[in-house]
């Protein structure tokens, strides 16, 4: 008899080895996910890329096709009223409309900042632990 208890006897690894090897699996586990997490990063950037490119081809051909239908209307507009009033005619309502959008759009990004419920619920996210 080697003096080993029973419990001892069919297990040859020591609680450094079990330790050493749970460190290892812990350390492959964390690999595999970061792996799995980049792969769908990498995915979801090559999709993102595919869009916005898509996006900004079709608003330059959004704006070309404004240009075109606001040149044609006022060369059509020229022909009964004269060249100037059909300027005045095409571009002052979209300029009118222009500028009420960008107005809008203006207010909207300044409304980003925190208003008074949104500090709030800050505050109170840094009282609770």
């Keep these: 008899m080697d003096g080993a208890g029973p419990e001892q006897q ?3 690894e020591s609680i450094g080895d079990l330790v050493g090897r749970l460190v290892a699996d812990g350390r492959a ?3 595999a996910e970061f792996e799995l997490y980049r792969a769908i990063a990498e995915h979801r ?3 993102a890329r595919k869009a916005v490119v ?3 081809i079709g608003w330059v051909l ?3 096709a404004l240009g075109a239908m606001t040149i044609g209307a006022m060369i059509a507009l020229a022909i009964t009223i004269g060249p100037l009033l059909a ?3 095409v571009g002052g309502p979209m300029a009118i409309v222009g500028y009420l959008l960008a107005r809008y759009g203006w207010s909207g990004i300044k409304g980003l900042g925190r208003d008074a419920s949104e500090r ?3 505050e109170r996210g840094k009282a609770e632990p």
Excluded: F
Aim: aromatic letters at 4%; glycine letters at 10%; hydrophobic letters at 55%.
């Design 10 to 12: 069919g297990n040859d």
């Design 54 to 56: 898509a996006l900004a």
């Design 45 to 47: 950037a090559e999709r």
């Design 120 to 122: 709030e619920a800050v």
């Design 62 to 64: 959004l704006i070309a």
């Design 87 to 89: 300027g005045l005619a």
């Design 29 to 31: 586990y964390a690999e």
